[in-house]
């Protein structure tokens, strides 16, 4: 699936349709010293320290893609519902 890296919608901040900057979503790098990482690796220490089952047979074959909005006027961020896609592409428009 192709998108325009730029598309004209609404923005809740100026109350009006704005062009808005589309980009691809990606999660931010774990910080090993996080409270919930340091847990996490409390938890699967030891004997039997397996949480839950690894994943073998994974159900879905395609990844979601989050879409992020960024308003050119007033730089407010939004962002869309996850579609799963096999393929995604921005193309300039
Ligand atoms: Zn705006």
């Known amino acids: 699936m192709n998108l325009p890296k730029e598309t004209r919608s609404y923005c809740p901040k100026c109350k009006s349709h704005q062009t808005m900057k589309v980009s ?12 919930g990482e340091r847990r996490h690796a409390l938890r699967k220490k030891g004997y039997g320290g ?18 992020i909005e960024t308003c050119t006027t007033c730089k ?4 869309n519902k996850g579609i799963r896609i096999r393929k995604f592409e921005l193309i300039a428009a």
């Open 24 to 35: 691809i979503y990606k999660a931010g790098k774990r910080r090993g010293s996080a409270a």
């Open 50 to 67: 397996q949480k839950f089952p690894k994943l073998a047979k994974p159900a879905k074959t395609t990844k979601k893609v989050t879409l």
């Open 76 to 79: 407010k961020k939004m962002m």
